[in-house]
T-cell receptor, first 110, second 112 residues
Framework: EAQVTQNPRYLITVTGKKLTVTCSQNMNHEYMSWYRQDPGLGLRQIYYSMNVEVTDKGDVPEGYKVSRKEKRNFPLILESPSPNQTSLYFC?????????FGPGTRLTVL | KQEVTQIPAALSVPEGENLVLNCSFTDSAIYNLQWFRQDPGKGLTSLLLIQSSQREQTSGRLNASLDKSSGRSTLYIAASQPGDSATYLCAVLTDSWGKLQFGAGTQVVVTP
């Protein structure tokens, strides 16, 4: 089944403790991206990747890192999480034009 | 910078009424526009995608129109049902690959 998977789906952590949210797609898409969703603000793009080893900042990249070592995986790294990064995170992949979204990761930083 | 606005932010209708959801965008240079549905705490389900060259798309009870020159799209849902209760998001594709700019969404409640 064609899909985008994210892990974990739920995470509660404390300020400053490094974490990684994984994203994987099995559709051989070149384009992948991360969004965060906050009430009243909609979804905002954090980072995107056009292909392996090609990444760039989206609209709200501060406090996040990404890597794209393989085509199928695009992990989101929070090296020192802060409470303002409490949000719902979505990974997406695209062959161009239409996007496919993962189920979301709800992150709470205390 | 592209800005996408959805009005109203929330809408409540009785079952059977038609739903009309509005989306506006400030820059007409878009590649396509997508409508998504999101259930509470869940992911996004793509409903309709309208290419920039198209005027409308239909799927079952759903119809979406696009007027690129005026920066507007409308999603119509005919004969609403309680199962249509969800948040509806519109998003415009701003580059040829995949950067989507989202509106904040319209929360819809259909009462039995």
């Amino acid at each position: 089944e064609a899909q985008v998977t994210q892990n974990p789906r739920y995470l509660i952590t404390v300020t400053g403790k490094k974490l990684t949210v994984t994203c994987s797609q099995n559709m051989n898409h070149e384009y992948m991206s991360w969004y965060r969703q906050d009430p009243g603000l909609g979804l905002r793009q954090i980072y995107y990747s056009m292909n392996v080893e090609v990444t760039d900042k989206g609209d709200v990249p501060e406090g996040y890192k990404v890597s794209r070592k393989e085509k199928r995986n695009f992990p989101l790294i929070l090296e020192s999480p802060s409470p303002n990064q409490t949000s719902l995170y979505f990974c997406a992949s695209s062959p161009g034009r239409a996007q496919f979204f993962g189920p979301g990761t709800r992150l709470t930083v205390l | 910078k592209q800005e996408v606005t959805q009005i109203p932010a929330a809408l409540s209708v009785p079952e059977g009424e038609n739903l009309v959801l509005n989306c506006s965008f400030t820059d007409s240079a878009i590649y396509n526009l997508q409508w998504f549905r999101q259930d509470p705490g869940k992911g996004l389900t793509s409903l309709l995608l309208i290419q920039s060259s198209q005027r409308e798309q239909t799927s079952g009870r759903l119809n979406a129109s696009l007027d690129k020159s005026s920066g507007r799209s409308t999603l119509y849902i005919a004969a609403s049902q309680p199962g249509d209760s969800a948040t509806y998001l519109c998003a415009v594709l701003t580059d040829s690959w995949g950067k989507l700019q989202f509106g904040a969404g319209t929360q819809v409640v259909v009462t039995p």
